[in-house]
């Protein structure tokens, strides 16, 4: 049978199994006996096979558990059991070492495009299999950008954050009657100091307000409280 004469639901199964392509990049987790975290990346290079193909560079001293190309392309660089090198220095709440936390997706993107259906199709597929495996509530899935502030943008403000979190694979907030931002950020899961306010601002609203500029107002607040009532990230 030709691929176009295949169901919708087909192809999505097609697109959805991983092609394993080993990174050497990886080592045991430590003092975690399995991951409770999901990490969103993106590529910020042209090709999906050069940033696989990077991934798996000893020389490259980095790498993630999967990665997805443009067109649904998906491969597996480390077992989910292992401990990938995708995460680098940062925090979310009382975890410091993410990488032993977490599973990193990277995903194919430049960082100023859409992420195109079949890409996302694929991504939905692949966190709905790992959230399940693994118990992972969707508060639990973050971006690169909210543990790295000040380093790291990724998955850039062009991702869809409320397409996941409309199917349970991540969390979008609702207003509610405005806080304390910084003490609301601090109990949803950024970790700061006095100095770091600014990058906090700008990776709370490039994950959910991305069009917003500005002064720090009472609808980043609102929304802030919203996601320090209902996700802590204790």
């Not at 500029?213 to 009532?229: E, K, V, W, Y």
Request: hydrophobic share 45%; net charge negative; glycine share 8%.
């Amino acid at each position: 049978m030709e691929p176009g004469c295949l169901s919708r639901s087909t192809r999505r199964l097609i697109l959805a199994v991983p092609i394993w392509h080993p990174s050497e990049n990886f080592g045991a987790r430590r003092d975690v006996a399995q991951p409770d975290m999901v990490m969103l990346h993106y590529t910020a290079m042209t090709s999906a096979e050069g940033a696989r193909d990077w991934l798996c560079n000893p020389e490259a001293q980095v790498s993630a558990h999967y990665v997805i190309a443009e067109d649904g392309r998906l491969w597996q660089l480390v077992a989910e059991e292992q401990r990938a090198w995708h995460a680098g220095v940062g925090a979310w709440g009382q975890i410091c070492d993410v990488n032993s936390h977490s599973i990193g997706i990277e995903i194919a993107n430049t960082g100023d495009q859409p992420f195109p259906e079949p890409q996302m199709v694929v991504l939905e597929d692949l966190l709905r299999g790992m959230m399940d495996r693994w118990s992972i509530p969707a508060h639990r899935v973050i971006g690169h950008s909210d543990a790295a502030l000040g380093r790291k943008i990724d998955p850039g403000a062009r991702f869809d954050w409320r397409r996941l979190a409309r199917q349970g694979l991540s969390i979008w907030p609702e207003a509610r009657d405005p806080g304390d931002f910084w003490q609301d950020a601090a109990r949803f899961g950024y970790v700061f100091e006095e100095a770091q306010k600014d990058v906090v601002l700008n990776a709370f609203r490039l994950r959910f307000r991305p069009w917003a500029a500005g002064p720090l107002d009472d609808t980043d607040r609102a929304l802030m409280a919203d996601l320090a009532a209902r996700w802590t990230c204790d």
